[in-house]
Nanobody, 124 residues
Framework: QVQLVESGGGSVQAGGSLRLSCAVS????????MAWFRQAPGKEREIVAS????????YYADSVKGRFTISRDNAKNTVYLQMNSLKPEDTAVYYC?????????????????WGQGTQVTVSS
């Protein structure tokens, strides 16, 4: 079992920044990769970024490349998402997810464990 707890969401104006954190506990040694997804009202859950636990290989959705940065601190069992130059279209609930099997996967149903989500609202 793995528990994921997100924090750091909130409301910000366009152009602003937020930093999300995901604290991981439990069978952390079994995790191969971590990811951030987001889901806006009426839309499908989509991947934002992912990172492998050991090597730190990253993947970014085209919509956030150059603006968002995913990172991990294995000593603290925490994954971060630094979000800069935020846009109103970034408004969504952001979820942290863990993959026990491989890295670089982009479909939400391929991930094994999920956090409860944190709301990010960007106003124009």
């Amino acid at each position: 079992q793995v528990q994921l707890v997100e924090s750091g969401g909130g409301s910000v104006q366009a152009g602003g920044s937020l930093r999300l954190s995901c604290a991981v506990s439990g069978r952390t040694f079994s995790i191969y990769a971590m990811a951030w997804f987001r889901q806006a009202p009426g839309k499908e859950r989509e991947i934002v970024a992912s990172i492998t636990r050991s090597v730190g290989s990253t993947y970014y959705a085209d919509s956030v490349k150059g603006r968002f940065t995913i990172s991990r601190d294995n000593a603290k069992n925490t994954v971060y998402l630094q979000m800069n130059s935020l846009k109103p279209e970034d408004t969504a609930v952001y979820y942290c997810a863990a993959d026990f099997h491989t890295g670089g996967r982009s479909r939400w149903y391929e991930y094994d464990y999920w956090g409860q989500g944190t709301q990010v609202t960007v106003s124009s």
